[in-house]
């Protein structure tokens, strides 16, 4: 069976390649970096928690110091690349289209067809397994097609990971985070205080304590399924379904939502948002969340009339 | 002494808002909650790494850059560019608003894998709308240029967020019925999913009206500095 461990030899061979060809260009924090990344893909399986965890406080070390650069292997020049552009044409589509094919139609054909059956992937990890089989596809078929040399997509890579840096990892980091907050009883402090926000008697204010709870909590812990278990015991079933007998599908879907507009403001929810700044190379770190603010707040506003008009004045 | 444990919160909040390396702030605000709640040093440590190990899955898709810095190598924004540029009345405006609404269904078909980042914004998408733009109001100034490049970005997270929720079998649909049956109210994920529609429909136009108004900012911005005489 293939399992998530077979992605993360993959995922760590190419880490490794990304740390020896830094350490060749004498990028010597990039080298340690992905170096010790290389080292958590391979063996953290089999590594204590405490020693994964020491391997975390080093990428920080790192990173944290200033250790990391951007690179620029040679790479072909504007004029090249038109002229490639030119001559491949559309063409050129195709292999970026292997990817997210894969992934789809893989993923379809695998759990409506007998193919299930054979348990030939880990169970409801499918699409990120067959991600990586469309990676390797996609990854042949250019090699084959565009006849580059075998260095040409470890140096690429490395151009495209050591611009986005630091924000690679942090997504991993921020869900360690949330792990260590849950530990911590934070999600049980904060619904109290949210639980204590709420003035009697108002079924509209309820609803606008509830919705403004889940956007802030998510945008707290960058997401919004750790601030749905925690806002829902606080307020959404004892106050809204219990004591003011709303529609419970309502409330759930849409409180849900609701959070989601705080994810779209949120530098925690670090790769919808920082990460695509690190990779369009923007300015700004937080240019992506200015563009989202003015469409999630009216957004945010919708969904509690949608709450409570569709859990309340429709349901009743 | 119950509400210490926020202080991780706020050393957050603080910290990003100083532009401190974010790696940082993560690392030392959970140092600091595991420690205001009552654990020890090694135990905060060893909760970290089992998170992060836990959570690899997550860095895993890094390694479609290789597959994506090959074809840049060989054109591929440049051919984006070039299929927009070809296209008769293509606008900024129009071409996000297609992706918006592209991204949603196909989010609500289960695909919310078409799309992303680094798969489709950096290579396809963002270049392809910068094209437009600079189709139809002259080459942009930097500051405008990147307002461009962050609406793509913002226009794959919205059509994914607010599309994703009316497939029914997905990760916080499933949360949600969940969460609800452990209190006892048994959901079927269909009932949920249907509400994610009149979101999903407020969330395109609200969007696409914001789209809208940056591609006439756009025009405003190329007939104020026309205005000045050439730069």
């Known amino acids: 069976m293939i399992t998530y461990e077979w992605l993360y030899w993959l995922a760590g061979a190419f880490f490794t390649l990304w740390s020896i060809f830094s350490l060749r260009d004498q990028r010597f924090g990039n080298a ?227 959070g989601f507009c705080g994810t779209l403001l949120t530098p925690m929810a670090a790769n919808f948002n920082i990460v695509p700044a690190a990779l369009l190379e923007l300015d700004d770190q937080n240019g992506v969340i200015r563009q989202q603010i003015g469409t999630a707040i009216p957004l945010w506003a919708c969904n509690v009339v949608i709450i409570y008009v569709g859990a309340f004045l429709l349901w009743r | 002494m119950e509400y210490l444990p926020l202080l991780g919160i706020v050393m957050v909040v603080v910290g990003f808002a100083m532009r401190f390396n974010p790696l940082f702030v993560v690392v030392a605000a959970a140092v600091a909650t595991g420690l205001l709640a009552g654990l020890d040093l090694g135990a905060v440590i060893e909760a970290l790494g089992k998170a992060f190990n836990d959570n690899r899955f997550i860095s895993v898709t890094w390694i479609i850059l290789p597959v994506i810095g090959l074809l840049e190598r060989h054109g591929l924004q440049q051919r984006a560019r070039a299929l927009i540029e070809s296209v008769r009345g293509a606008t900024m405006g129009k071409l996000l608003m297609l992706y918006l609404l592209f991204r949603q269904i196909t989010a609500a078909l289960g695909m919310k894998d078409i799309g992303g980042h680094p798969q489709a914004v950096r290579p396809l998408v963002a270049p392809m709308a910068e094209a437009a733009a600079e189709k139809s109001h002259g080459e942009l100034p930097r500051s405008e240029r990147q307002k461009v490049l962050a609406m793509s970005a913002a226009t794959d997270n919205v059509g994914l967020f607010f599309g994703e929720d009316i497939f029914f079998a997905i990760a916080s649909i499933l949360l949600i019925q969940g969460v609800f049956e452990s209190s006892g109210y048994p959901l079927t994920p269909l009932e949920l999913s249907v509400w994610a529609i009149p979101t999903a429909i407020c969330a395109f136009f609200i969007h696409s009206w914001r789209i809208t108004a940056l591609d006439r900012s756009l025009a405003q911005v190329r007939s104020s500095s026309e205005a000045e005489g050439p730069a």
């Open chain 1, 32 to 258: 340690a970096f992905w170096g010790i990344l290389a080292a958590s893909f391979f063996l953290g399986s089999h590594l204590s928690d405490l020693a994964n965890g020491l391997l975390v406080l080093a990428l920080v070390a790192i990173a944290g110091f200033g250790g990391l650069s951007r690179s620029e292997p040679e790479i072909t020049s504007l004029i090249d690349r038109e002229k490639f552009s030119g001559m491949l044409g559309n063409k050129l589509f195709l292999p970026a289209l292997i990817v997210p094919v894969t992934a789809v139609a893989g993923t379809l054909l695998y759990n409506y067809t007998p193919l299930n059956e054979t348990g030939l992937f880990a169970e409801r990890k499918e699409t990120l397994l067959l991600f990586g089989v469309g990676v390797v596809v996609a990854l042949i078929v250019a090699m084959t097609w565009l006849k580059t040399p075998v260095t040409a997509p470890i140096e690429e890579g490395r151009r495209l990971i050591d611009s986005i840096g630091w924000a690679a990892i942090l997504p991993q980091m921020l869900a360690a985070l949330g792990a260590v907050f849950a530990l911590a009883g934070v999600g049980d402090i904060i619904g109290g205080v949210a639980q204590s926000a709420i003035p009697e008697g108002s079924i509209f204010l309820t609803v606008v304590v509830f919705a403004l709870g889940m956007a802030l909590f998510t945008m707290i812990m960058g997401n919004a399924f750790a601030a749905f278990p925690v806002m829902a015991a606080a307020i959404g079933i004892p106050l809204l379904v219990q004591t003011y007998d709303g529609n419970p599908a309502v409330i759930g879907a849409v409180g849900m939502l609701a």
